[in-house]
């Protein structure tokens, strides 16, 4: 992720973004709050911000946390050192691997949060197999995710640093969601074809 993309995301308006529009849209595709004590992780969690909302929002009771940056990662503990140190944990790590970040065993989570950043992963598919792995059944997995029909597009190419090879449109992710037993509930908002927003349930 490159400096301008870095800025775009971290700053008043992408958040704004995510409390207004994001997390009210994914709570309804999801059926509504976790239940109580749910564990949560976010695979990319840049400043920190969308996790205080999975607390606070999605109402979970721990999230834990990775982001490849360190940089990120220390501006995420920062942010929730304050109200929610006790229920969070932000380590440095991959998203295809979260039992070396985080010491994930398959099946440790209730949720796994996923705010447009497996596009940014080269092996998406592995990232998509462990979203899957760590999942219990009937776990949610809650996701925003960017096509390659958007990132074809000449702004994309020019402003943002992405892969190049192998970029999943939106049927091939759903597709690899179901390969992957993650059930994709009847409620999918698709957005110009540029962009998913869903929640799917890893099947027992």
């Keep these: 992720m490159n400096r301008i993309e870095k800025a775009a995301i971290d700053n008043a308006g992408r958040r704004a973004l995510q409390r207004h529009y994001e997390f ?14 749910a564990h949560a992780v976010e695979i990319g969690c840049g400043s920190g911000y969308g996790t205080r909302l999975i607390l606070e929002k999605f109402r979970a009771a721990r999230v834990d946390a990775v982001d490849l940056d360190p940089g990120m990662v220390a501006k995420a503990r920062r942010r929730l050192a304050r109200h929610h140190a006790d229920r969070t944990r932000v380590a440095v790590g991959d998203a295809t691997d979260l039992r070396s970040a985080l010491g994930a065993t398959d099946g440790s989570y ?16 592995d990232a998509l197999a462990e979203v899957a792995r760590v999942l219990k059944p009937g776990g949610l997995f809650a ?21 190049d090879e192998d970029r999943f449109t939106a049927g091939q992710f759903l597709s690899e969601l179901h390969r992957h037993g993650l059930t994709v509930r009847d409620a999918l908002t698709r957005v110009s074809g540029d962009y998913l ?3 799917a349930e890893r099947r027992a």
Excluded at 29 to 36: E, I, S, V
Excluded at 143 to 163: C, G, I, N, Q
């Design 24 to 37: 009210p849209r994914l709570l309804r595709l999801a059926g509504g709050p976790l239940a109580p004590g």
């Design 110 to 125: 209730d949720a796994v949060f996923d705010f447009a950043i497996i596009h940014h992963v080269p092996n998406w598919r």
């Design 143 to 163: 996701f925003e995710e960017v096509t390659a029909h958007a990132l074809a597009r000449p702004s994309y190419r020019l402003l943002f640093d992405h892969p």
């Design 197 to 199: 927003l869903g929640a």
